[in-house]
């Protein structure tokens, strides 16, 4: 059968946020660029974030600046992050958010007319843009238009809209393809009419999002099966992190359809409060000790926050996620949760009705349609969902290259830049500030090529027989193995974990992989969901086991990652990365260890001693005095 | 608390098919598309329906419910009895790829014929300065979810395929009122509105309204302004007989 076969500059996969930054940034430096997507355009997961984009423009609070946002990025990240991710991140958000604005998007306004921004958790000042609670529709759709309007320049220019820029939607890559040692294009099919197709292209930008379709309780879409982060695996690169995953404190928790479909923290940082079942706000009973002097300590100072920032600290519901998370799990163990298996959430006796229905469109909504629950008169009920995965493809901070040359990653796919826990808002940032940069590495890449891989004619035949090997078979059902893939993740690998769980999980995957290997798909090519999910099976797995893996290696607690047998924080741990490859031939799993590099010297110096202390080694505190002295 | 719900849905590919009939469990709190999901798990692998976000966010799993166009994933098997049948089929107004699915292309093509939004040369990016109450009335159509629902169910082209080339749909038509409607498009879309993408053929009868899951007054706020916008050019007989009979919010003019 015929493979339908493209020569581009830059391939993207994935049409979120990061991939279309990107998409734009290789057309806009005048590199022929496609979008390849698994959905319709404009369906990225990016449409369901909902509180904003952080960026430190100061429009509400003038004493926000990029080192405030820096400083809250790496204290949410409990000290783990790339350090120069961070700073990138924090000094380019503004710019990125002002862009989107001259390209049509519509933010919410402060009353001098600029762009409003709202508090969230982890975060000093208010800091995100946003419009309503559906920023994250209006930045995918402000770049969708900006994708047709690049598509409408080339067609005044050259006659075809799609000469430079070229969305492929519905259209799945199973692997990319190498010639030596670098990319030379990758291979996938139509999920249309299960025709496969052949991108011939120097430089790939994984734009893929995450892996939530691997939990039971995730407020992911169906996308997010770990495309990117096993792609990258299989073509040689790096997975770091893996073991970080974010359980996002609040998920609908009924009915049951609707498990773990999000309620965005804008609740609480609009002046939602979280009760348990005695109707006590618990979250002043669970303040960490490296936050203790950042938050408030009764409910009266908590409150007056919202009016009086500058004499008041911020209440215990906008701690990180993480802390959140387990607090909330913690309460329901202790008997103390809402009949459905929650907390309570309530801004019913917060904010006027008419208030929270202004500031809380969606969520209104959603409540409404889907739990009969008004929440402008009752409490919402709420516990963790699996959310976000902070590991993923190491790259280099400038440039979104990955190890392999012509392989680059921006977004939830790459690792990094949240270390071991992503604050709310610094997502949509990261896609616009990332996305950027690996549309201009992939471009500077090209730039600097003296050749043009090309794809070996093996590899292809490689790669077919593999995305058609399941309608060949007569095996077991996918959905079976997937769904016995979510509840093992959900109960062994979950928001607390211990070694003999994490080593149950291990073992079952390792089942679960010998079972994928046999499962089929019946019915033909055209537009079939059990042969689509047969191919997902094999990311999921793989990334499945990097998760696992390096859940059992970090004998310590921190951020999106808590070990019951290890419930501290060490730094000894926090100098240190555990690093996820493949084996050559794909099968199984490898973790190493790796040094975490030292902060440069004039970041470091932006933070306090005692905060310092609380989370670095006794030999970095001596390096920091020393630096301090000089 | 579950039951076994009748549902017939429709299955087939290049332009052949016919409504196949299934028994299917049902558990409190569901969607129809958790239900069309439970099919696909246990009696149906290859059955075709599109979904991303099961949230009513992402404008996916369009499909007609009952005849009457719907998101699944917004649609409760609780406002249904439990001995009645439900009928799901493919929205009617695009080509059928398979099953549930369709061909939404013209939506795409449409989108793309619309001019982009066109802010004056001197305004840098961080310059912009804008009021909510400006900003307030295309905020409400970029509440969009693309679910192409309302040009599915626009009576223009629902049984009209001829009239596909000269009108954008209520989706697109909204679209020109958003940019029209934007503080800083300098862009003229009046005539284009009216001789290109087709706001005449519009008559208001407010069928898009009805179904847009995102609940914006599609007629009343973008396509009876666009109208009057148009008019100060051209006469419009719709837009005198609009005025008349329909209540109107947020309308006024940019000028």
């Known amino acids: ?630 | 608390m579950g039951y076994k719900a009748k549902f017939r849905v429709w299955r087939g590919e290049g332009g052949e098919g016919k409504l196949e009939d299934f028994t299917v469990e049902v558990n409190e709190g569901e969607v129809v598309l958790d239900i069309i999901h439970r099919l696909q798990a246990t009696q149906a692998p290859d059955l075709a329906v599109r979904w991303n976000c099961k949230a009513g966010k992402c404008g996916s799993c369009s499909m007609e419910i009952n005849g009457k166009p719907r998101l699944g994933c917004m649609t409760r098997m609780s406002t249904f009895t439990e001995d009645e049948t439900i009928t799901v089929t493919p929205m009617r107004t695009f080509p059928v790829i398979k099953d549930l699915v369709t061909d939404v292309s013209f939506n795409y093509q449409k989108a793309r014929e619309i001019p982009s939004f066109t802010p004056p040369a001197s305004v840098k990016p961080g310059e912009y300065r804008m009021q909510q109450i400006d900003v307030e009335r295309s905020q409400e159509f970029r509440k969009c979810i693309e679910c192409f629902m309302c040009n599915n169910v626009c009576h223009v082209i629902r049984d009209h395929e001829e009239n596909k080339t000269n009108f954008a749909g209520p989706r697109f038509l909204m679209r020109i009122a958003e940019l029209d409607m934007h503080p800083y498009d300098v862009a003229d879309r009046k005539d284009a509105a009216q001789e290109e993408h087709g706001l005449g053929y519009c008559n208001i009868t407010k069928c898009c309204t009805e179904v847009c899951p995102e609940h914006i007054k599609i007629t009343d706020n973008a396509l009876i302004p666009m109208k009057e916008r148009v008019v100060d050019r051209k006469y419009d007989p719709l837009v005198w007989l609009g005025s008349k009979i329909f209540k109107r919010s947020g309308s006024g003019s940019k000028g």
């Not at chain 1, 110096?605 to 005095?625: M, N, P, S, V």
Request: one cysteine or more; aromatic letters at 6%; glycine letters at 10%.
């Open chain 1, 1 to 630: 059968m015929e493979i339908e076969r493209h020569e581009y500059d830059v391939v993207v996969i994935g049409a979120g946020g990061a991939g279309l930054r990107a998409a734009i940034e290789a057309r806009q430096q005048g590199k022929r660029t496609a979008i390849v997507c698994k959905s319709l355009f404009g369906k990225a997961h990016t449409v369901m974030a909902e509180g904003g984009a952080a960026a430190a423009m100061g429009n509400v609070n003038s004493d926000d600046n990029w080192m405030v946002h820096f400083r809250d990025t790496m204290r949410g990240g409990k000290f783990l992050n790339n350090w120069r991710m961070a700073e990138l991140h924090a000094k380019e958000a503004p710019d990125r958010v002002w862009e989107l604005e001259a390209w049509g998007a519509l933010f919410d306004r402060t009353k001098d007319g600029k762009i409003s921004q709202r508090n969230f958790g982890g975060h000093e000042y208010p800091r995100l843009a946003h419009v309503g609670d559906r920023t994250g529709l209006e930045l995918i759709r402000t770049l969708q238009q900006r994708v047709v309007a690049l598509q409408q320049e080339d067609e005044k220019l050259h006659g075809d809209a799609e000469a430079y820029i070229k969305v492929f939607q519905e259209c799945t890559i199973t692997r990319l393809l190498k010639s030596g040692d670098a990319v030379s294009g990758a291979f996938g099919y139509w999920r249309e009419n299960g025709r496969l197709i052949l991108f011939d292209a120097p430089a790939v930008v994984l734009a893929t999002g995450g892996i939530g379709k691997s939990y039971v309780v995730t407020s992911n879409s169906w996308e997010y099966t770990g495309d990117g982060h096993a792609l990258a695996l299989l073509a040689g690169a790096k997975l770091i992190n893996m073991e970080f995953i974010q359980f996002h404190p609040t998920g609908m928790v009924w009915p049951p359809s609707v498990r773990g479909i999000l309620v965005t923290e804008s609740v609480r940082g609009d002046g939602g409060v979280l009760r348990n079942s005695e109707g006590k706000r618990f979250m002043f009973d669970y303040i960490p000790d490296v936050f203790k002097d950042k938050y408030a300590t009764t409910e009266e100072e908590g409150d007056r926050w919202y009016t009086d920032q500058a004499n008041n600290r911020r209440p215990p519901e906008l701690l990180p996620r993480d802390e959140v998370a387990r607090a909330i799990n913690a309460e329901v163990k202790a008997g103390r949760g809402s009949p459905q298996g929650g907390v309570y959430l309530d801004v019913s006796t917060r904010l006027p009705a008419a208030e929270i229905v202004r500031r809380l469109p969606s969520m209104h909504h959603q409540f409404k349609e889907l739990a009969d629950v008004d929440i402008t008169k009752e409490p919402m009920q709420v516990g963790p969902t699996c959310h976000y995965i902070m590991g993923g493809v190491e790259v280099d901070a400038d440039t979104g290259a990955a190890a392999v040359p012509g392989l680059f990653a921006a977004g939830e796919v790459s690792g990094g830049m949240h270390g071991s826990n992503r604050l709310g808002g610094n997502s949509l940032s990261d896609l616009l500030v990332f996305g950027r940069r690996a549309g201009a590495g992939a471009a500077a890449y090209v730039d600097g090529l003296k050749a043009r891989p090309a794809v070996s004619e093996d590899s292809v035949a490689a790669a077919k027989a593999e995305a058609l090997a399941p309608l060949e078979r007569a095996g077991e059902n996918p959905y079976e193995v997937h769904q016995e893939l979510q509840r093992t993740m959900n109960e062994l690998v979950g928001i607390i974990r211990n070694a003999d769980e994490v080593s149950q999980a291990l073992e079952a995957v390792e089942k679960l992989k010998e079972r994928a290997k046999g499962v089929g798909a019946a019915g033909g090519r055209i537009y079939n969901p059990g042969w689509h999910l047969a191919l997902d099976l094999r990311n999921m797995l793989l990334v499945s086991e990097c998760v696992a893996r390096a859940a059992l290696l970090r004998e310590e607690s921190r951020g999106g990652h808590t070990r019951d047998d290890f419930p501290g924080m060490s730094a000894e741990w926090r100098r240190k990365l555990l690093v996820c490859g493949a084996s050559p031939d794909g099968s199984s799993i490898t973790v190493e260890e790796k040094v975490q590099p030292a902060m440069r010297g004039d970041l470091i110096k932006l933070f306090d001693r005692a905060e310092l202390k609380k989370y670095i080694t006794e030999e970095e505190l001596a390096d920091f005095d020393a630096l301090v002295r000089e």
